[in-house]
């Protein structure tokens, strides 16, 4: 049997209303036209966790910003073949979008799953995860709040641990203040499942926002 061809992305980005390319907070309850709460996906990559979510939760609301064009090509596809009401694609790069789409306190939960880990010594600055970008999810999650990390990439999953370990606005859910061994609960991701297949011990992280105000400037 032949796959079915992925719809184009300029198809997507004209016509599909599900596919934000926006610079501006869109009233998420009017886009999903309810008050569901609202997940956010960084970097869903080829989309298969963003959909399992959002099939295994149709009480809640799933956001998933990526700008990569063939994982957006499968997500669209997939949801419109899946008949998923309760995803949106914003397109991307998040350190821009996030804070211009997101009310402060406006997010239930965030997954970031395999973010890039740029190995090598000079591309470090490029990873995604430091104390700022800890600080802006922070604010842009409501109290009580969650956020789901996981890498397999030791010296990321260090920063990672010292940086929202450090921010007063998370406490860690791992025992220790540490990692989780296992996630069971979520669905596994493209890189996930070819890292256990490879081998590699999983780094994961789960993190509550605290009930405390974001402090304003
Ligand atoms: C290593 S892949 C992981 C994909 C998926 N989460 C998984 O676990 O299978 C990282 C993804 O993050 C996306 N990404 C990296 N930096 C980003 C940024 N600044 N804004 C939006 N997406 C980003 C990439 O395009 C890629 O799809």
Do not use: C
């Amino acid at each position: 049997m032949t796959a079915k061809p992925l719809i184009s992305f300029s198809k997507i980005a004209e016509e599909d209303l599900n596919f934000l390319d926006i610079d501006e907070w869109p009233d998420w309850q009017a886009q999903f036209g309810n008050s569901q709460p609202l997940k956010l996906e960084i970097g869903f990559g080829m989309g298969s966790f963003l959909i399992e979510m959002a099939a295994q939760e149709p009480r809640s609301n799933f956001i998933g910003m990526d700008f990569y064009h063939k994982g957006i090509r499968k997500v669209m596809t997939r949801k419109k073949k899946l008949q998923l009401e309760n995803i949106r694609v914003a397109y991307g790069d998040v350190r821009i979008k996030i804070p211009l789409l997101f009310k402060d306190g406006e997010l239930e939960t965030v997954y970031i799953n395999f973010p890039d880990p740029w190995p090598k010594k000079r591309h470090t600055k490029r990873r995604l995860i430091k104390p700022d970008f800890v600080k802006l999810i922070g604010q842009k999650l409501a109290p009580g709040g969650r956020i789901y990390l996981a890498t397999d990439f030791e010296v990321y999953a260090m920063e990672m641990l010292e940086y929202f370990n450090s921010e007063p606005l998370f406490q860690n859910q791992g025992p220790g203040s540490g990692f989780l061994e296992t996630r069971e609960d979520l669905p596994k991701t493209k890189y996930e499942k070819n890292f256990i297949n490879a081998g590699h011990k999983i780094y994961y992280l789960e993190f509550t926002r605290l009930g405390i105000a974001t402090p304003t400037n």
